[in-house]
């Protein structure tokens, strides 16, 4: 099945799931303001709040399991930073280690109205290794099919949170609103002077 942006929709919950653990957990900028990585319970929190979602109920995270996952973002943001940057090969690498590192294969699982679907798994059905399998896997399928340039890093000063673009004609060029809001105000500003 083709969902948005041409992504498969099993690839795409992955991808986003891979974008939400970065901005959930990496150090760096915000819509225009520094942000540290969480610790704690609220590393916790937030690696539990990015696999949760509108379509899946929000899991119980360990602190081993934030902190593996908290690892894993690291690794990711390396992936959304080279393919923005058009360094396709050294996203490919790292996808490659961390498919290794984490036994990603294809398995057949039942979906719940009947049928089959091709789910990633890790060597473990361990939440941090099978949630790190399953989205260096999507990222992989993107960045294996022309879906690459669909991974992107906010273009807004100050700000380095990564998207993923289902936009039809690939337009996106922010994290959210605010940041688009944010650029063209200061465009607009920078006209009147
Ligand atoms: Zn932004």
């Keep these: 099945m083709t969902g948005q942006g041409g992504f498969d929709s099993h690839v795409l919950a992955l991808v986003d799931v891979a974008a939400r653990l970065v901005n959930a957990t990496s150090p760096g900028d915000a819509g225009g303001h520094p942000v540290a990585a969480p610790t704690g319970d609220a590393l916790r929190s ?10 899946r109920r929000t899991p119980t995270v360990t602190a081993a399991h934030a902190d593996a996952l908290a690892g894993i973002a690291l690794r990711l943001r390396e992936v959304f930073d080279a393919a923005a940057e058009g360094r396709v090969a050294d996203a490919v690498t790292v996808l490659n280690d961390v498919m290794a590192a984490t036994g990603a294969r294809p398995q057949l699982d039942p979906l719940p109205d009947g049928g089959w679907h091709v789910h990633f ?71 009147r002077h």
């Design 121 to 191: 798994h890790g060597t473990t059905d361990d939440l941090a290794t099978g949630w790190a399998a399953g989205c260096a896997a999507g990222l992989a399928l993107a960045v294996g099919s022309n879906l690459a340039g669909r991974l992107g890093v906010c273009a807004a000063d100050r700000c380095d949170r990564v998207y993923v673009d289902v936009t039809k004609n690939s337009t996106r060029r922010f994290c959210s609103t605010a940041c688009q809001n944010r650029t063209k105000a200061a465009a607009f500003r920078a006209r």
């Design 46 to 55: 937030a690696v539990a709040e990015a696999l949760g979602g509108p379509e």
